[in-house]
């Protein structure tokens, strides 16, 4: 029973560089979610989606894109690397208003 | 704006002491609400969610919470902590047609033995 899988669970990343952050589910949920962990700051959207073909951007959605590949993959991408994107992130997904199952998250340092 | 406050950013507690983390919630209609725990270097999990219905919701681990619509409050309750209690809990609450879940800043809770 996988849930929520994301990978790579740690990255370092040289300033400027860009990579992507994969996540699949596969409980068939329509929402998918993007969250930055920072301390003291609890979880904050970067991106949702809530339904195979849309996105939109959440709080804090400056720095990154997403594809909505199909119903189970849901990606972020950092185009060119800064400091402030130094994280945890955490991929999420749920029938709406349902609880969000969760991925176990990526470690994520910008150099 | 529709949000969910922790007051508290740390609480500490002797093992075998009841436990009480606060929660405060704004949003326009009555949420779907929830608490998570997380543990080091873990992803997030479930402890309890309301929905609509009795007020006292019990979750896993012997956490029970109040939804209190007069407070705006659910805050999360244990009789007896045990130091495996010890760990991040977050908030969270789910509302408009969207129902995207969104976190307050967490607790962590410190376990003394």
């Known amino acids: 029973n996988a849930g929520v899988t994301q990978t790579p669970k740690f990255q370092v990343l040289k300033t400027g560089q860009s990579m992507t952050l994969q996540c699949a589910q596969d409980?068939?949920?329509?929402?998918m979610y993007w969250y930055r962990q920072d301390p003291g700051m609890g979880l904050r959207l970067i991106y949702y989606?809530?339904?195979?073909?849309?996105?939109d951007k959440g709080e804090v959605p400056n720095g990154y894109n997403v594809s909505r590949l199909n119903k189970r993959e849901f990606s972020l991408r950092l185009e060119s690397a800064a400091p402030s994107q130094t994280s945890v992130y955490f991929c999420?997904?749920?029938?709406?208003?349902?609880?969000?199952?969760f991925g176990q998250g990526t470690r994520l340092t910008v150099v | 704006a529709q949000s969910v406050t922790q007051p508290d950013i740390h609480i500490t507690v002797s093992e075998g002491a009841s436990l009480e983390l606060r929660c405060n919630y704004s949003?326009?209609?009555?949420?779907?609400l929830f608490w998570y725990v997380q543990s080091p270097g873990q992803g997030l999990q479930l402890l309890l969610k309301?929905?609509?219905?009795?007020?006292l919701v019990q979750g896993i681990k012997g956490f029970e919470a109040e939804f209190k619509r007069s407070q705006s409050s659910f805050n999360l309750r244990k009789p007896s902590v045990h130091w495996s209690d010890a760990a991040e809990y977050f908030c969270?609450?789910?509302?408009?047609?969207?129902?995207?879940?969104?976190f307050g800043r967490g607790t962590s809770l410190i376990v003394h033995p």
């Open positions: 969270a609450g789910a509302s408009g047609g969207s129902y995207i879940p969104t």
């Open positions: 999420a997904s749920s029938d709406a208003g349902d609880r969000a199952f």
């Open positions: 989606s809530a339904s195979e073909g849309t996105t």
């Open positions: 949003y326009g209609a009555t949420p779907y």
């Open positions: 309301y929905f609509s219905g009795d007020t």
């Open positions: 409980m068939n949920h329509n929402s």
